[in-house]
């Protein structure tokens, strides 16, 4: 079959994409920027661009079905109304104009009063598919899990402490694997209804927050965690933060999404086309590692107390250190104006390589600097005041330590990061 997958470079569209050209089905993946590294037949489609101009797309020959995986982690109400509404409503409508099917990979819980504007972008361009009386299927996932998702990463990241905060522990959802999402969409391909329907898409077992994260725990050889709800007022400052920095794993919507439950009934979709998911612990083998959630774990934990030990050096030696450190260069011979040019120049530089650690565009950077600036300074101490390495506190001694926490962090950018120029 010749499909047009749409979203292909997103969590859900990278792992179908794989399972569709496995199934041997003919697909023309479709991304706002295509990788072209990436395997396969793509091509450029933007839907906030679709939504504004249809005309900005050009239909390929031979569709023959659409998947939409296409969707925002976004806290913009704009953008999601543009993009997963507007925009996804007109490529139904080319779709429809085409002869071909559709197949909207939509979310549980998409309502027009859910309460999330995720939510209702998604609930209104469901509701224009299935009122434009063309084969179409609105398949309603609960949480996806798997390597590369988002809120997979950010449950690995929370894993492996023993203590965990939690903006809920109460409500609960049907988590299931992305292996089976792409299975259930292989069974529809095979058993499609003969009418127009919205299908759940949940795993057998409802959960809390705490069990599903104890399912992850057990999956890299960990016992049973120990959780505790935030404080609801801190959880409400920090989702006011989030929705005012643009936070992914905290805004407005994710607390709404926390506290309520997302249930729904297996059986329509068996009944449809004959497919189950299957328990969660089942699809569990190759992720999470432990190793990959300890890393998750540490990297933003290591990066803050960088962060915190710069800045405050900076400000340090700008205030209650400044004497001790021309007391410092005094030992080394430097005294008067330069030494005092010096302190603050330090003082500078410290507060740069901090505030650049804060921003992912330049922490590569800052991360290269930071070590150049820890080997020349241990070089300097050694040659000019070895004595020093034997103070009690080990304040050079220490750079052994903070050299290969900051080559680590420095190996562990993205590769996007990496080819910046």
Request: aromatic letters at 8%; charged letters at 15%.
């Amino acid at each position: 079959m010749r499909i047009l997958l749409v979203g292909a470079g997103g969590f859900i569209g990278r792992h179908l994409h794989a399972a569709l050209r496995a199934a041997s089905h003919r697909v023309l993946a479709s991304a706002r920027r295509p990788d072209p590294a990436a395997p396969g037949d793509w091509c450029r489609l933007d839907l906030a661009e679709l939504a504004c101009d249809p005309q900005a797309f050009v239909w390929p020959e031979g569709v023959e079905l659409v998947i939409n995986a296409a969707g925002l982690l976004s806290t913009d109400g704009k953008q999601l109304h543009e993009v997963q509404h507007r925009g996804a409503c007109t490529l139904f409508e080319l779709a429809a104009a085409h002869g071909a099917r559709v197949l909207q990979i939509s979310a549980l819980g998409a309502e027009p009063a859910a309460g999330t504007d995720f939510l209702a972008s998604k609930a209104a361009a469901d509701r224009h598919l299935l009122g434009l009386g063309m084969p179409a299927v609105v398949l309603r996932p609960s949480l996806v899990l798997g390597p590369g998702a988002a809120s997979s990463r950010w449950l690995q990241c929370l894993s492996p402490w023993p203590l965990i905060p939690l903006l809920d522990n109460r409500a609960r959802l049907q988590p299931l694997h992305v292996d089976d999402l792409c299975a259930a969409v292989l069974a529809l391909l095979q058993r499609w209804p003969e009418q127009p329907c919205s299908l759940a898409l949940v795993g057998p077992e409802a959960m809390t927050q705490g069990q599903l994260l104890d399912r992850l725990r057990a999956a890299q050889g960990w016992g049973p965690g120990r959780y505790r709800e935030l404080p609801r007022p801190l959880t409400t400052l920090g989702a006011a933060l989030g929705e005012r920095f643009g936070w992914r794993a905290l805004n407005r919507q994710t607390l709404v999404l926390a506290r309520r439950d997302n249930l729904a009934a297996p059986e329509p979709l068996a009944s449809t086309c004959g497919y189950r998911c299957l328990p969660l612990e089942a699809r569990l083998h190759d992720w999470p590692s432990s190793a990959d959630s300890v890393r998750l774990a540490l990297q933003p934990l290591l990066l803050a107390l960088l962060v915190t030990i710069w800045l405050g050096t900076a400000l340090v030696c700008l205030g209650p250190g400044f004497d001790w450190g021309l007391r410092i260069l005094a030992e080394a011979g430097i005294a008067g104006w330069p030494a005092r040019l010096a302190v603050l120049a330090g003082a500078l530089c410290d507060a740069l390589l901090g505030l650049g650690l804060l921003l992912s565009r330049w922490r590569r950077r800052a991360l290269q600097a930071q070590i150049f600036l820890m080997l020349g300074y241990t070089a300097l101490v050694t040659w000019l005041l070895p004595h020093y390495w034997f103070d009690p506190f080990q304040g050079v001694g220490k750079n052994l330590v903070l050299l290969p926490v900051s080559l680590w962090l420095l190996w562990l950018q993205p590769a996007y990061a990496r080819s910046r120029p």
